[in-house]
T-cell receptor
Framework: AQSVTQLGSHVSVSEGALVLLRCNYS??????LFWYVQYPNQGLQLLLKYTSAATLVKGINGFEAEFKKSETSFHLTKPSAHMSDAAEYFC??????????????FGEGTQLTVNP | NAGVTQTPKFQVLKTGQSMTLQCAQDMNHEYMSWYRQDPGMGLRLIHY???????DQGEVPNGYNVSRSTTEDFPLRLLSAAPSQTSVYFC?????????????FGPGTRLTVT
């Protein structure tokens, strides 16, 4: 079965510092990969997705992620953290024989704290 | 567009009670799904639907029923609530199942079963 693992349930950075949230996936076929963000007491919102086009994917709010097949990774980065980036971030996978494009398998989530 | 709406926002049930969580979307999306979110476990798929009249089980379907009589609505029924069903429930929709279209999530329903 497809799965994703997010390394670090909590990440804390200073405002202006680099944000790096790690995601590794497991899939027997080329996957579709997603990052979603959840602000407090809200639903999830798509940040970006990889669908086998460019390996470097740019999303909203200055975030980007790079698909690395050799490392089975899809880490999320932002050069300079802002206080408004504080939220929970979820990596998700879908696609291939095991699931359709829309059936998502989520990671456990990473809570990002941004310190002033 | 209202997007994906869910009612109620909060609910407290006693063990053994039944209830229906409502979900509606006004984007004419074919694909709809229900997830539950528990701390440290991410979101897990309960049931999904690829169109009116078609539903299927996800990862954690036990204790839940769904139906899809219209494109817009996808209610989730708890037949006999148990404390293990205390969770936050999210409904989501996307244009089609077949491709990795963006999924739009509702604001969630916080359910507590005592």
């Amino acid at each position: 079965a497809q799965s994703v693992t997010q390394l670090g349930s909590h990440v804390s950075v200073s405002e202006g510092a680099l944000v790096l949230l790690r995601c590794n996936y497991s899939s027997s076929v080329p996957p579709y990969l997603f990052w979603y963000v959840q602000y407090p007491n809200q639903g999830l919102q798509l940040l970006l997705k990889y669908t086998s086009a460019a390996t470097l994917v740019k999303g909203i709010n200055g975030f980007e992620a790079e698909f690395k097949k050799s490392e089975t990774s899809f880490h999320l980065t932002k050069p300079s953290a802002h206080m408004s980036d504080a939220a929970e971030y979820f990596c998700a996978v879908s696609g291939g024989r095991e699931t359709s494009g829309s059936r998502l398998t989520f990671g456990e989530g990473t809570q990002l704290t941004v310190n002033p | 567009n209202a997007g994906v709406t869910q009612t109620p926002k909060f609910q407290v049930l006693k063990t053994g009670q039944s209830m229906t969580l409502q979900c509606a979307q006004d984007m004419n999306h074919e694909y709809m799904s229900w997830y539950r979110q528990d701390p440290g476990m991410g979101l897990r798929l309960i049931h999904y639907s690829v169109g009116a009249g078609i539903t299927d089980q996800g990862e954690v379907p036990n204790g839940y029923n769904v139906s899809r009589s219209t494109t817009e609505d996808f209610p989730l029924r708890l037949l006999s609530a148990a404390p293990s069903q205390t969770s936050v429930y999210f409904c989501a929709s996307s244009y089609s199942e077949a491709r990795p279209y963006e999924q739009y999530f509702g604001p969630g329903t916080r359910l507590t079963v005592t």
